[in-house]
């Protein structure tokens, strides 16, 4: 990690500007893009080159999509909501202590217009999605973003998280599945554990046994495709609350399931391993 903020990150787009501009768009052959979690990190993610690569590289390995849309852990709303689809929607900083240069990064995104309407077309009339005019893109969604699509140039929306409940939010996903068949990309952004008031960051090598535990649980249960178990994990995790004192960056992961072609299906897990003892494990399902 270097001593100046964001210079890894500098190198990193020094290093993948030309495969990031050879990007081809998703077309109909292409089929269903696939459905996304993701452990988001925050700011200092521009200082890690090897997360960033991994990020890179998932992206990599998929078409450009017509539009992405992600439910960050960081907007907790209800009625369920969507950002501003406005071209270069600007950033919500949701963060503190940190160098002045992140509060300078910018991630100016396509007008999304097109995809909004799709969206809300989507949603059942139970579940009413309204315009949030003027909210921009949180650290949840930005942050990630900005390194597995570093040019800016796939439309970007973001959505609330209006409820904790499993089932609810697999209703939500499952109203978004069909926009994965149109080029869509559905991200569920949160972190697979989030433990921060119990992390010693005196030793950021340390995993604590909280974190460690929930991941190995979790680990196993998207292996075997065990949404159930999942769903359970305030009574059937190990490490909790520990692992999760508030559970909204483990959420996203429901509407991610409801987004799949099949709600047990085994997870392919891309990014494992962990940040300041929390775990970056994040997955993708078809």
Same mark, same amino acid.
């Given at each position: 990690?270097? &001593? *100046?903020?964001? =210079? /890894?990150?500098?190198?990193?787009? @020094?290093?993948?500007?030309?495969? +990031?501009?050879?990007?081809? !768009?998703?077309?109909?052959?292409?089929?269903?893009?696939?459905?996304?979690?993701?452990?988001?990190g925050a700011p200092p993610l521009f200082d890690e080159a090897a997360w960033?690569?991994?990020?890179?590289?998932?992206?990599?390995?998929?078409?450009?999509?017509?539009?992405i849309l992600i439910v960050s852990a960081h907007w907790e709303a209800a009625?369920?909501?969507?950002?501003?689809?406005?071209?270069?929607?600007?950033?919500?900083?949701?963060?503190?202590?940190?160098?002045?240069?992140?509060?300078?990064?910018?991630?100016?995104?396509?007008?999304?217009?097109?995809? &909004? *309407?799709?969206? =809300? /077309?989507?949603?059942?009339?139970? @579940?009413?999605?309204?315009?949030? +005019?003027?909210?921009?893109? !949180?650290?949840?969604?930005?942050?990630?973003?900005?390194?597995?699509?570093?040019?800016?140039d796939v439309p970007v929306l973001q959505m609330s998280i209006p409820t904790?409940?499993?089932?609810?939010?697999?209703?939500?996903?499952?109203?978004?599945?069909?926009?994965?068949?149109?080029?869509?990309?559905?991200?569920?952004?949160?972190?697979?554990?989030?433990?921060?008031?119990?992390?010693?960051?005196?030793?950021?090598?340390?995993?604590?046994?909280?974190?460690?535990?929930?991941?190995?649980?979790?680990?196993?249960?998207?292996?075997?495709?065990?949404?159930?178990?999942?769903?359970?994990?305030?009574?059937?995790?190990?490490?909790?609350?520990?692992?999760?004192?508030?559970?909204?960056?483990?959420?996203?992961?429901?509407?991610?399931?409801?987004?799949?072609?099949?709600?047990?299906?085994?997870?392919?897990?891309?990014?494992?391993?962990?940040?300041?003892?929390?775990?970056?494990?994040?997955?993708?399902?078809?």
């Amino acid at each position: 990690m270097s &001593a *100046r903020p964001g =210079a /890894a990150f500098d190198a990193f787009l @020094e290093a993948t500007a030309p495969a +990031a501009a050879e990007r081809r !768009d998703w077309a109909p052959e292409d089929g269903a893009l696939p459905a996304l979690y993701l452990s988001h990190g925050a700011p200092p993610l521009f200082d890690e080159a090897a997360w960033m690569g991994e990020l890179f590289a998932w992206a990599q390995g998929l078409p450009r999509p017509k539009g992405i849309l992600i439910v960050s852990a960081h907007w907790e709303a209800a009625p369920l909501m969507i950002s501003s689809p406005a071209a270069g929607t600007p950033l919500v900083y949701d963060f503190g202590g940190f160098p002045e240069r992140y509060f300078q990064m910018r991630y100016e995104t396509p007008d999304a217009t097109a995809m &909004a *309407r799709r969206v =809300a /077309a989507a949603m059942p009339d139970s @579940e009413p999605l309204h315009q949030h +005019a003027s909210r921009g893109l !949180d650290h949840g969604a930005w942050v990630p973003l900005k390194v597995m699509y570093p040019d800016a140039d796939v439309p970007v929306l973001q959505m609330s998280i209006p409820t904790h409940d499993p089932d609810r939010l697999m209703a939500i996903g499952a109203r978004l599945r069909p926009l994965r068949e149109e080029g869509y990309l559905v991200v569920g952004s949160g972190f697979m554990t989030h433990g921060l008031p119990f992390l010693d960051f005196r030793r950021p090598e340390n995993v604590p046994g909280w974190s460690a535990e929930f991941d190995d649980w979790a680990a196993d249960a998207l292996a075997r495709g065990d949404i159930e178990e999942l769903a359970r994990y305030r009574s059937e995790a190990p490490g909790m609350p520990y692992a999760h004192p508030t559970v909204d960056h483990y959420v996203p992961l429901f509407v991610t399931y409801g987004a799949a072609s099949e709600q047990e299906q085994a997870a392919a897990t891309v990014i494992d391993g962990y940040w300041m003892g929390l775990s970056k494990r994040s997955f993708q399902l078809n």
